[in-house]
């Protein structure tokens, strides 16, 4: 395989190598973003705004609660488990002030994924939203934790709206299920007996823990994934130059980017992080599956906007997607699962934007690869980010010829160096390659095209067959607005294609869908189970829960 042929469509502005960050810590590069942009707005949330400087103050005064109250050492773990909220961001930064390792976590795990995640990771902290508090007391003595912060929707947005939205929640929607937490200290609190003591600077090492970031847990026992400070870091520095070239413009300092997806998520977090550090305001949505006020927010000028498939599909499909105001709008990425053509396409048509596409998982940072502006290649997933080497391997970690399949292998300063507490002889191929799971091929220029996750292909009679495609193809179909595909037992053929389907159109009828599979697929490739449905499961950021399909009995 010729040695890194994608480096002939870097553009100018794209280094072949990754700049050394300047910063030794995340709290570093945030505390000087702090300094440079001051009273210019970082976080936005219900209206509110918060400045940088306002946000850079109450991080320091967390920390300083970790510190002096809570008796916290770096290298600690702190659970942080919310939407997004003001809140999170704050936490998150005097979290890494202090020198903790970040945990961050799903609020809406159940009682057993939390009780999981907390023993594995050991943390003995946690900020949590109260809506999720009944489900920490179910818990917390199988746990380490001893620390307990408790915030409500509310709390940073200020005067009388903190202690309406905080009513309405609690005693109008009902949202906050009773619970008892005996010595858990309020957001507020915690705030206010942290600003009586300046926090003690840490002094932080590139190469320590900044968070365990758990992987989705949608194929068995979820496990941490230790990202150092470099890493993310290194990650920030290899994409925020395409920041700087959006299909219809430079994004600057005092732009905004809407932040739909959850910060727990390694997509939004690196994001909001990268955008930080460049100025831009991160407008946070606290709950996108309210489209409803969702499209209401759109309404007002944005410059970017992250999105997974589905989030884009669905706006893509509201009947109020006109009102959408992309006037201002620079350009939109997408990540976390395959953007499909037909998105990619239609919301080229209604907005004149080009949506990049970002490929990359939760053990590296997040960003592997990307389309390059003005250079997209739908059906790919672009080329590696500078300073990141990618093989297509076989088993025996050998590499393939150029379009062979096999799994895709990567190494680069944002790779991380393994999961906690855990063995990883088998994570890594020798020469440090880290083995994704993805099934791919690379055209001989360098893109490279995702064929599937390696444990979801289908065996159909020794053949070959992968979701994405069936996916793919499906989709296109104009009486179909999503569809999953599984593979399921059968005695003669092993395994056969399973399709669940939401129609668009509600005439759509499962000979017609027969009848385009057969004009679009071969025979093995068909699926032999239609089912329509009302949704399809994902997880809390929009992926498919290929496994929950999996797991279900065949209708006979």
């Known amino acids: 395989m010729k040695e890194r042929p994608w480096l002939q469509h870097y553009p100018d502005y794209m280094p072949a190598e990754i700049i050394e960050p300047p910063y030794q810590s995340i709290a570093a590069m945030l505390e000087e973003a702090s300094i440079k942009f001051g009273d210019r707005p970082a976080l936005e949330n219900m209206d509110v705004s918060m400045s940088f400087a306002q946000m850079n103050t109450l991080a320091n005064d967390f920390a300083s609660f970790l510190q002096h109250e809570c008796n916290l050492r770096p290298g600690d773990r702190i659970a942080i488990q919310m939407p997004n909220l003001m809140q999170f961001q704050v936490a998150l930064l005097g979290a890494l002030k202090a020198g903790l390792i970040v945990v961050n976590t799903n609020p809406l795990y159940t009682p057993r994924e939390m009780q999981h995640q907390f023993q594995d990771s050991g943390a003995v902290a946690i900020v949590i939203l109260a809506n999720f508090a009944h489900n920490l007391e179910k818990i917390l003595p199988q746990t380490s934790i001893r620390n307990i912060v408790i915030t409500e929707i509310g709390d940073l947005l200020g005067g009388f709206k903190k202690h309406l939205v905080n009513f309405v929640v609690k005693n109008v929607r009902k949202m906050v299920p009773p619970y008892r937490l005996v010595g858990a200290v309020t957001f507020t609190q915690a705030l206010a007996l942290g600003k009586k003591k300046p926090h003690n600077v840490v002094?932080?090492?590139?190469?320590?823990?900044?968070?365990?970031?758990?992987?989705?847990?949608?194929?068995?026992?979820?496990?941490?994934?230790?990202?150092?400070?470099?890493?993310?870091?290194?990650?920030?520095?290899?994409?925020?130059?395409?920041?700087?070239?959006?299909?219809?413009?430079?994004?600057?300092?005092?732009?905004?980017?809407?932040?739909?997806?959850?910060?727990?998520?390694?997509?939004?977090?690196?994001?909001?992080?990268?955008?930080?550090?460049?100025?831009?305001?991160?407008?946070?949505?606290?709950?996108?599956?309210?489209?409803?006020?969702?499209?209401?927010?759109?309404?007002?000028?944005?410059?970017?906007m992250i999105g997974v498939n589905t989030l884009y599909n669905a706006l893509l499909n509201h009947p109020s997607f006109s009102k959408v105001n992309t006037s201002a709008v620079k350009g939109c990425s997408a990540g976390g699962m395959a953007l499909q053509e037909v998105v990619f396409q239609r919301w080229l048509e209604k907005t004149g934007i080009a949506i990049s596409e970002g490929y990359g998982l939760s053990e590296t940072s997040p960003v592997l690869t990307y389309q390059i502006t003005g250079k997209e290649r739908m059906g790919t997933i672009g080329v590696p980010i500078p300073g990141t080497e990618v093989q297509i391997m076989d088993d025996a970690g050998n590499p393939v010829p150029f379009g062979h399949p096999g799994e895709l292998c990567a190494r680069g300063p944002q790779v991380f160096k393994g999961y906690w507490q855990k063995d990883n002889s088998n994570v890594f191929h020798p020469g440090g390659w880290f083995?994704?799971?993805?099934?791919?091929?690379?055209?001989?220029?360098?893109?490279?095209?995702?064929?599937?996750?390696?444990?979801?292909?289908?065996?159909?009679?020794?053949?070959?067959?992968?979701?994405?495609?069936?996916?793919?193809?499906?989709?296109?179909?104009?009486?179909?607005?999503?569809?999953?595909?599984?593979?399921?037992?059968?005695?003669?053929?092993?395994?056969?294609?399973?399709i669940v389907v939401v129609k668009k159109d509600v005439s759509l009828t499962k000979e017609e869908l027969e009848a385009y599979c057969k004009e679009n697929f071969t025979g093995y490739k068909r699926p032999k189970h239609i089912e329509f449905r009302d949704e399809i499961p994902k997880t809390n950021v929009g992926k498919i829960l290929r496994r929950a399909l999996r797991d279900e009995p065949v209708a006979s």
């Open 203 to 304: 002094k932080i090492s590139k190469e320590d823990v900044a968070f365990l970031q758990y992987t989705g847990g949608t194929t068995g026992l979820s496990k941490g994934a230790a990202l150092t400070h470099r890493n993310v870091l290194c990650n920030v520095e290899q994409v925020v130059p395409s920041l700087k070239h959006s299909s219809k413009g430079s994004l600057e300092a005092g732009d905004t980017a809407v932040i739909p997806l959850p910060l727990y998520h390694i997509y939004a977090l690196t994001v909001s992080l990268m955008c930080l550090s460049s100025g831009l305001c991160c407008r946070l949505v606290t709950n996108p599956r309210d489209f409803d006020a969702f499209i209401k927010l759109l309404g007002k000028p944005f410059h970017t």
């Open 435 to 498: 083995k994704t799971g993805d099934i791919a091929e690379m055209d001989p220029d360098g893109y490279i095209r995702i064929v599937d996750r390696k444990k979801d292909m289908i065996l159909v009679s020794g053949f070959n067959v992968f979701p994405n495609e069936i996916e793919g193809v499906l989709a296109a179909h104009p009486k179909v607005m999503e569809v999953a595909a599984v593979g399921v037992k059968d005695a003669q053929c092993g395994e056969v294609v399973k």
